[in-house]
């Protein structure tokens, strides 16, 4: 079993920025194609951003350009930068893991992000 824990959340200002990092509980996190999701009230889960085992990624409309998915294999961590953040971007974030080929999927608990004045 992978533990994923993600961290960063917070309130933020309008235009303003954050870090999420998406932890890994086991060194199997450089064999998991790693995503961001998002879940505002009262709406579904949406994908934000993936990046593959190779680094490709992968964005949501409604965040390219402002948003960036990376990760780092040596410390079993993904991470999304947010830039230029806006009051709809308010949501519980969330990462997940999917192992290949089974298509496995671990998912973290969430962290909330606020962008409000």
């Known amino acids: 079993q992978v533990q994923l824990v993600e961290s960063g959340g917070g309130l933020v200002q309008p235009g303003g920025s954050l870090r999420l990092s998406c932890a890994a509980s086991?060194?199997?996190?450089?064999?998991?194609?790693m995503g961001w999701y998002r879940q505002a009230p009262g709406k579904e889960r949406e994908l934000v951003a993936t990046?593959?085992?190779?680094?490709?990624?992968n964005y949501a409309d409604s965040v390219k350009g402002r948003f960036t998915i990376s990760r780092d294999n040596a410390k079993n961590t993904a991470y999304l930068q947010m830039n230029s953040l806006k009051p709809e971007d308010t949501a519980v974030y969330y990462c997940?893991?999917?192992?290949?080929?089974?298509?496995?999927?671990?998912w973290g608990k969430g962290t909330l992000v606020t962008v409000s004045l």
């Open positions: 990046i593959t085992i190779a680094g490709t990624t």
């Open positions: 086991r060194s199997i996190f450089s064999i998991l194609a």
């Open positions: 997940k893991g999917r192992r290949n080929p089974a298509d496995i999927d671990y």
